[in-house]
C-alpha cells in the first residue's frame, strides 16, 4: 500500500525552527516529484514547497521563501521541511504528498503551531 | 503566480440532488502542445486528507464514484456531484498544476440541506 507518514509537528515560539519530516512506502520515492502543503486553522489549502526527484529543483510560495527549506535523502526514502523564522501565521497542518500531476498521494498531517 | 477563484463559497444540497461548484483561474491551464488542462480536484473531509477526486479537469482517479465529474478548459471548470450522499460532505477544491508553483481555491463547502 502506497503510504507517507509526516512526523516533526509541535509547539515552538515566534522566531524558532522546526524539521518536518515525510516517510513513504510502498512506491519508488526517488522517481517523484514532491510536495508539502498546508492548511491554517479556519483556512483553505496552501501549497507550499515542490522538489524534484533528484532534488535538483526546489520551488516555493512567497510567504516562505527564504525561510523554509525542502530537501530529501532518497536513500532513506524521506522528505522534510526545515522551518526557520517561524511566524504565528505558519500554523497550520502540513501535509506532505506525492506530485505525481497533481497531487495523488497525501500523508495524514502534523500540526505545527507557533505561538509563545 | 496562477490565481484560482472558487464559487460558491458554500452551497446546500438536498440528498439525491445535484451540487455543482466553479473554479476560474486568472489564465489559461491549457497546455497547448498536449491538449491537456493542469486542473485537478480534491475532496477534504474534516480529520482526514486531502482526497485526488479528478485530474486533468476531467479523468476521474481510480475507485472515485462516477457521481463527481469535472468539465471545462482553459480558464473555467466545473465539479459536479450528480446525486448527493452523507458521505459527500466535505470541502472541493480546485487545484492548477499548469505552472511550477501550485496553486489551490479557496474551496467550496458542501452541506446537506
Known sequence: EVQLVESGGGL??????????CADSGFTFSSYWMSWVRQAPGKGLEWVANIK???????????VKGRFTISR?????????????LRVEDTAVYYCARYRSPLDVWG?????TVSS | DIVMTQSPDSLAV?????????????????YSSNNRNYLAWYQHRPGQPPKLLISWASTRESGVPDRFSGSGSE??????????????VAVYYCQQYYGTL???????KVEIK
Open chain 1, 73 to 85: 535523502d532518497n536513500a532513506k526514502n524521506s522528505l522534510y521541511l526545515q522551518m526557520n523564522s
Open chain 2, 102 to 108: 501550485l496553486t489551490f481555491g479557496g474551496g467550496t
Open chain 2, 14 to 30: 438536498s440528498l439525491g440532488e445535484r451540487a455543482t461548484m466553479n473554479c476560474k483561474s486568472s489564465q489559461s491551464v491549457l
Open chain 1, 108 to 112: 495524514q498531517g502534523t500540526t505545527v
Open chain 1, 12 to 21: 515552538v515560539q515566534p522566531g524558532g525552527s522546526l524539521r518536518l519530516s
Open chain 1, 53 to 63: 526527484y533528484d532534488g535538483s529543483e526546489k520551488y516555493y510560495v512567497e510567504s
Open chain 2, 75 to 88: 480558464t473555467n471548470f466545473t465539479l459536479t456531484i450528480s446525486s448527493l450522499q452523507a458521505e459527500d
